[in-house]
């Protein structure tokens, strides 16, 4: 019993932690958003997760296994493209994110803040996101059609994604 009440006087000590902490005015000095370490990384955050439990490998995975799907010197130049741009494009997409979560974030420290705007900064936050989403899952749109049928039968047969 003692454990249990220990546990939750962690959780809560914990979600106090995440949620913000308190600066010497007063204030709370949150980290805004949340996952602005994994957005200044590029880091996916399991946004591709639902291609690759589908068999849709990595473009990394791919590129690994060249000899075997006897990848042309084209298609590894273009999975190589592939594979720098993603980095490039998720890190900007995500600096975008932090930019507008920072405003949403100052217009409620404002106390300035009308509901139309609300929606209206929200909805470009949402936009963001799904952008986001789609460019770390678009590569595994693009690979697969820089592939030929045969080796995207090798790739599925290898059982290369998550889910397989």
């Known amino acids: ?3 249990g009440i220990r546990m939750k006087h ?3 000590v914990l979600t106090a932690f995440l949620i913000g902490r308190s600066t010497v005015t ?3 000095s949150a980290v805004v958003p949340q996952d602005k370490d994994q957005l200044l990384k590029g880091d996916p955050m399991g946004l591709e997760q639902v291609a690759e439990r589908n068999g849709y490998p990595s473009v ?4 690994s296994m060249k000899d075997r799907l006897a990848l042309t010197k084209d298609q590894v130049k273009k999975l190589q493209e592939i594979a720098v741009n993603l980095p490039v494009s998720a ?3 995500g600096q975008e994110i ?9 217009l409620f420290a404002s106390e300035n803040l009308k509901e139309k705007i609300l929606r209206q900064k929200l909805e470009r936050i949402g ?5 986001l989403r789609f460019a770390h899952l678009q590569p595994y749109l693009k690979a697969r059609q820089i592939l ?17």
């Open 1 to 3: 019993m003692c454990l």
């Open 91 to 93: 890190t900007v997409k």
């Open 26 to 28: 007063g204030q709370t």
């Open 60 to 63: 990394e995975k791919i590129l």
């Open 127 to 131: 936009r963001l996101r799904a952008e």
């Open 148 to 164: 030929t049928p045969n080796q995207w039968a090798l790739i599925k047969e290898a059982g290369t994604g998550e889910g397989k």
């Open 10 to 12: 962690i959780l809560i």
């Open 98 to 106: 932090i930019d507008a979560e920072e405003e949403l974030n100052g």
